[in-house]
Each structure stands twice: as C-alpha cells, then as structure tokens.
DNA sequence: CCTGTTACGTAACGGTGTTACGTAACAGAT
DNA sequence: ATCTGTTACGTAACACCGTTACGTAACAGG
C-alpha cells in the first residue's frame, strides 16, 4: 500500500512549507532579524514544529542557502558549453554578476555571511554528493585552464587557479560593494553597467594577451 | 577650578575602558557572540554603566568601527604624496590589502557587516565633521583623476569615478575572498601573494595604457 | 484491539538587549 | 555648612529569543 508515500510526501509538504514562509522572512529581514516564532506564526504552526523538520535555526537557514547555490550554479555552468574561452569568461561574468544584483539577498546570505564556522554536514540533502556551489567553481577554473592552454593569457599568468581567484575576486567584490554603495550619494557611485563595463575592460585586456 | 576638567578625563577614561573591553571581545567572538554582560564583567562593572557611555549595543560597536575607519583613512592616506599616479595606485592597493589581511576583523567589521541601515549620528565623536572611510575613497579618487588627466589610462576610461569603483571593487573581492576561502581545502586556494599578484597584474595592465 | 512511532502543541528554561527605579557621590549655590 | 540638582551606576525586572522537556493525539502495522 502507498501509504508510506503519502506520509513521505506530505512530510516533505511541510517541511517545503517552512522553507517557503522562512525564505521569505529571510529574504525580506536578514538572517538575525527573524524569529523562529515569526515562521512559526506565518505557517500556523508552533515553533516546535519547525525542530521536526531542522535541527535548528541555523540548519533550516543553511538549507535555503543551499537550494540557492544550486540556482546558482545552474545560472553558471549554463555557459560551459562555449567553445571560445574567452567569450565563455566573459558570460560566466556576466551572469554571475545579474545572479547576484537580481537576487541580492540570496547572494549576502551565500556569499556574504560572517564566517559560517562548521559546515560539514551537507551531505543528506543533495543525493549527487557534490556540494553546491562547486560546480559554478569549476566551471571558472576549467575556463581559465582552456585559456592557459590555448596561449591566451598574458605570458606571467600560467597558473589557471590563480587567474580564477582573482577573477572572482574582481567579480564578488563588485557585486557585493555594488549592493551596499549603489545608494549611498556621498560616493556618487555609478551605475551597474558603466562600473561592469570598466571592470570588464579591465578583466580582459588584463588578463588577456594582447592580440594584435 | 579644574574639578570639571577631572571629572571629563575620568568620564572618558572610562568610556575608553568599556571601549578596549568590548574591542577585545568582539575581534575574538564577532558582534552576535558577544555580550553585554560580558564586557561589563570584564570590566567589573554592571551592564547599566555601558548604557550610561553608549545608546545601545549597537552604538557601542560602532563607534569601535569608527576608529578603525580612522586608522584605515590613515594608512592609505599616507601614499597620498606620491607623484606618479601609476605607483600612488599600486601603493594604495597593497595598503588596503596589508590593512584588511592584518586586521581581518577590523575589515569584516568595516566592509562585510550586512547593510548596517541608518548611520547619520556620527558626528559627536569626531570633531572634523569628516566621516570616516572618506578620506581613503577621496585619496582613491584623486589618484584617478591624475591618471586621467595625465593620458595614463586606455582610451575607453574617461570617468575618474568609474575607474576607482572598479579598483576598489577588485581589491575589496580580493581580501573578502581570500579571508574566506584561503582555509578551504577543496578550493586549493592560492596564497595572498600569488592572488595578489595576479589581481595587481590585472589591474594595471587592465586600466593603463600600453606604454611600449 | 493493541503498540510503537511520529508530529506537534504547551509551557518552561536560560540567556539576551534594554530599562524603570533607587541611591550614593558630589559640584555649585546659598 | 547645608541644600539641591545632576550624574554614574547597581538591582531587578521586562519582553523576547532559541531551544527543549513533556504530554498527547493521530495513526500505521501487527
């Protein structure tokens, strides 16, 4: 008899519940701001009921962070597929930087958090076993290794792992200074596309072996 | 009579007290692990003197960011004099990396806080009237305008403003990343010289115009 | 019908930031 | 010398937090 599955199901119902009404909180209040009794309200339930399902505050936090990595990931390794390397860089870019400006609060909550101390225990989740958030990684690193290989760095730059790092580097610290200055008027920051655009600029034609 | 001066030293002396007390702690446990009570054991007072001294918790830490703004603004301010604009750049940026990667915390306090909403009340700690932070963005800026003006950068970067924002950003990334990720194994992240050297390849080659 | 498990509410615990209130010290005025 | 207003600060409380001990009702499997 199904019935098993349907408690399977409807476990995974609830649990899919708290996640929704929490996303949303945190989404909307940041991490510290939100209660447990504030999810707990929103789905009509006690705050006990949330123990069921997550081992703790942090756990359940933890598992949207997760969920958004693979979002993430998927938004990246979407480009993997281009032949050029260079082109393929600048893509990956591209779209790493609209993930983080279209969804600002996911990204502070996957990239942005103070030390996430331990985080061991990822396993259960995602069946496959690869953690998330890796695949956007390699993704980065295999381009820079193609674009080692094809002789098209600068001829300083031959360490595919390094021009990764600080290419993301670059790119998170756009985004991430980007989401806390954009409205500040003391600094007359400017807008997404001309600051893009510079670093863009700066990215290729410094990395990049000239090629005329 | 200079009973009154007395009693203002002994004010601030104390106010300096709680300040060093909750400094230490909160380099060592981060802003959410530390307590009111806590810094007022240490110093053997009741959690009502710190009201006393500061509005709030938050107050407290802030004026603690405050004075690492101070310190900041000093160190890169210090590069300020020198001539050529391409060496004034590469100058500020090592500082800015030395300042973020030997006071880590002082940085995460600074620059990876989550949005720290309104902070218009900081005019009473420093009689200048200056905000902190400002004085090393101005001296950033500054230096861009001279590369400008001196025909220094490729021939698509006009705006001053734009080209400090990228910089700034590239750098910030870089030690934001390198505080989180030079500890995680999978990542086989590369040391800070190597990343830096990278980043700063990338930087002058990317914005300045081929002098050959 | 029994029995073990599971989901979940009630109520509590210890700890947090914050504050109402009382008090003791004391500078300045009378 | 006494009064008075202010200031610093301790005591004890408040409301709220994450978390948990405990009770209970539902219910699948035997």
Redesign the pocket.
């Known amino acids: ?1 199904g ?2 599955e349907r ?1 399977e199901r409807e ?1 995974h119902a ?1 649990r899919a519940l708290i996640m929704d009404a929490a996303r949303e909180l945190f989404l909307e209040r940041g991490y510290d701001a ?5 999810i ?1 309200e929103r789905i009509e ?5 949330i ?3 997550f081992a ?3 756990d359940l936090f933890q598992q949207l962070v997760h969920d958004d990595f693979r979002r993430f990931d998927d938004a990246l390794t979407r480009h993997a597929g281009i032949a050029d390397p260079v082109e393929r860089l600048q893509r990956i870019g591209r779209a790493y930087v609209e993930f983080a400006l279209t969804m600002p609060r996911s990204y502070e909550m996957m990239f942005m958090r103070p030390q996430l101390k331990a985080e061991f225990e990822k396993v259960p989740p995602t069946s496959g076993g690869a953690e998330p958030g890796k695949a956007a990684y390699q993704t980065l690193v295999a381009t820079c290794v193609d674009l080692v290989h094809q002789g098209r760095l600068r001829p300083g730059l031959i360490d595919p792992l390094a021009v990764a790092q600080a290419v993301w580097s670059a790119v998170h610290g756009l985004v991430t200074l980007q989401l806390r200055c954009e409205h500040e008027p003391e600094l007359q920051w400017r807008s997404r596309e001309e600051v893009l655009g510079v670093l863009m600029t700066m990215i290729c034609e410094g990395i990049l072996r000239p090629t005329a």
């Open positions: 008899m019935t098993s408690i476990r609830k939100v209660t447990l009794r504030q707990a339930h006690s705050t006990t009921a123990y069921v399902h703790d505050k942090f």
